[in-house]
């Protein structure tokens, strides 16, 4: 594949003289780099238009690109913009993004979002408890629960909108020939597959047939009729291919290792938030999941989240559930980015 590179038609790349600040921190391994301000206004009454306006404007997807791109970012990188959240019973909004666009959900961004406004006294916290970090996101209003020791993070427990299964034993025609899948909504709509069923394990070795296959589900799918979320556009779209080894049934419920691949082929290196969401509803509608049991979720490299559900009483969608996936995130460094106006690779380049 040829590499992309990021020089926008029509945007002026003198806005960008003064320097980004992010701050970066990783949950169960995958990157996540937040940018308090520095960005163009991004208008919106709400999270969703945000998105929608975001998409539209060169200004906000140049700051985008340069902040995942070669040379400052890599091809799966993600991240968000910190913005004004939909009304004040939130204390703030987020609109995610990663290398080929704006997302719905991003449930390890969640976690992220949740240590970082405790680390950062963006919210006030108990040094002794459990806080309850309230963010507006394009699919609605989620909760991180961060619990904290003598004043110290030690985990975050991710509270999602209402997850619930779109379609069962789906069959999608790819270059393997006819495969079989789930598909369900966890903030985002995710297609799932077994490994096995594709003569694969969710190994490293794995990794990069597992993200050609994914990929090739993805937009199998991501036109047809299954991609329609059923009262907001804005949310249509198969967002990923969750492909899932069953590893065993433990007294607390299923342990599943799993890697999603997202948007346009990008690897979640975590066992991702809003897909673990995805997969608890489809657990639970196989009837392998009650309100007592959990779901042990590992990632590719070997990291875990740990999924648990109660029934959606706020979802007219029958065999809602609202998830709940445990984890946690850890600082990584802060940055100072800028972008030369005669700089001939402009805001970056893909070579993936």
Same mark, same amino acid.
């Given at each position: 594949?040829?590499?992309? =590179?990021?020089?926008?038609?029509?945007?002026?790349?003198?806005?960008? @003289?003064?320097?980004?600040?992010?701050?970066?921190?990783?949950?169960?391994?995958?990157?996540?780099?937040?940018?308090?301000?520095?960005?163009?206004?991004?208008?919106?009454?709400?999270?969703? $238009?945000?998105?929608?306006?975001?998409?539209?404007?060169?200004?906000?997807?140049?700051?985008?690109?340069?902040?995942?791109?070669?040379?400052?970012?890599?091809?799966?990188?993600?991240?968000?913009?910190?913005?004004?959240?939909?009304?004040?019973?939130?204390?703030?909004?987020?609109?995610?993004?990663?290398?080929?666009?704006?997302?719905? *959900?991003?449930?390890?961004?969640?976690?992220?979002?949740?240590?970082?406004?405790?680390?950062? @006294?963006?919210?006030?916290?108990?040094?002794?408890?459990?806080?309850?970090?309230? &963010?507006?996101?394009?699919?609605?209003?989620?909760?991180?629960?961060?619990?904290?020791? *003598?004043?110290?993070?030690?985990?975050?427990?991710?509270?999602?909108?209402?997850?619930?299964?779109?379609?069962?034993?789906?069959?999608?025609?790819?270059?393997?020939?006819?495969?079989?899948?789930?598909?369900?909504?966890?903030?985002?709509?995710?297609?799932?597959?077994?490994?096995?069923?594709?003569?694969?394990?969710?190994?490293?070795?794995?990794?990069? *047939?597992?993200?050609?296959?994914?990929?090739?589900?993805?937009?199998?799918?991501?036109?047809? $009729?299954?991609?329609?979320?059923?009262?907001?556009?804005?949310?249509?779209?198969?967002?990923?291919?969750? &492909?899932?080894?069953?590893?065993? $049934?433990?007294?607390?419920?299923?342990?599943?290792?799993?890697?999603?691949?997202?948007?346009?082929?990008?690897?979640?290196?975590?066992?991702? @938030?809003? !897909?673990?969401?995805?997969?608890?509803?489809?657990?639970?509608?196989? !009837?392998?999941?009650? $309100?007592?049991?959990?779901?042990?979720?590992?990632?590719?490299?070997?990291?875990?989240?740990?999924?648990?559900?109660?029934?959606?009483?706020?979802?007219?969608?029958?065999?809602?559930?609202?998830?709940?996936?445990?984890?946690? *995130?850890?600082?990584?460094?802060?940055?100072?980015? =800028?972008?030369?106006?005669?700089?001939?690779? @402009?805001?970056?380049?893909?070579?993936?």
């Amino acid at each position: 594949m040829a590499p992309r =590179t990021g020089r926008l038609s029509g945007t002026d790349m003198s806005t960008f @003289g003064d320097a980004i600040e992010t701050i970066d921190y990783h949950t169960a391994g995958e990157p996540f780099r937040i940018v308090e301000d520095g960005f163009p206004t991004i208008e919106g009454a709400t999270v969703g $238009e945000k998105r929608v306006y975001a998409q539209h404007s060169l200004e906000v997807d140049a700051v985008r690109a340069m902040l995942c791109q070669e040379p400052r970012g890599h091809s799966d990188m993600y991240g968000c913009f910190i913005v004004a959240p939909d009304d004040a019973d939130a204390d703030f909004g987020a609109l995610f993004w990663h290398n080929d666009g704006y997302s719905t *959900a991003c449930g390890h961004g969640t976690i992220a979002l949740g240590v970082w406004a405790v680390q950062s @006294g963006r919210v006030d916290a108990n040094p002794d408890g459990v806080t309850a970090v309230t &963010i507006d996101v394009p699919s609605g209003r989620v909760v991180a629960h961060v619990k904290q020791v *003598a004043g110290a993070v030690v985990g975050v427990t991710f509270e999602n909108v209402a997850s619930y299964p779109v379609r069962r034993s789906l069959d999608v025609d790819i270059s393997l020939g006819r495969v079989v899948v789930d598909v369900a909504y966890g903030g985002a709509l995710y297609a799932s597959i077994a490994a096995s069923t594709l003569g694969l394990e969710v190994v490293p070795k794995h990794a990069s *047939a597992l993200r050609a296959i994914g990929r090739e589900i993805k937009w199998a799918l991501n036109d047809t $009729e299954v991609a329609r979320h059923a009262s907001d556009p804005r949310l249509s779209g198969i967002y990923g291919t969750i &492909i899932f080894d069953d590893l065993e $049934e433990t007294p607390d419920g299923p342990h599943q290792r799993n890697v999603t691949i997202f948007a346009d082929g990008r690897i979640d290196r975590s066992p991702c @938030g809003s !897909g673990t969401a995805a997969r608890l509803a489809l657990l639970v509608d196989d !009837g392998r999941m009650d $309100e007592e049991h959990a779901l042990i979720h590992d990632s590719i490299i070997g990291t875990r989240f740990v999924g648990r559900f109660r029934p959606a009483s706020n979802c007219d969608v029958s065999g809602a559930i609202i998830a709940t996936v445990e984890g946690m *995130a850890y600082q990584t460094g802060r940055s100072f980015f =800028t972008l030369d106006p005669s700089d001939s690779v @402009g805001t970056g380049f893909n070579l993936a």
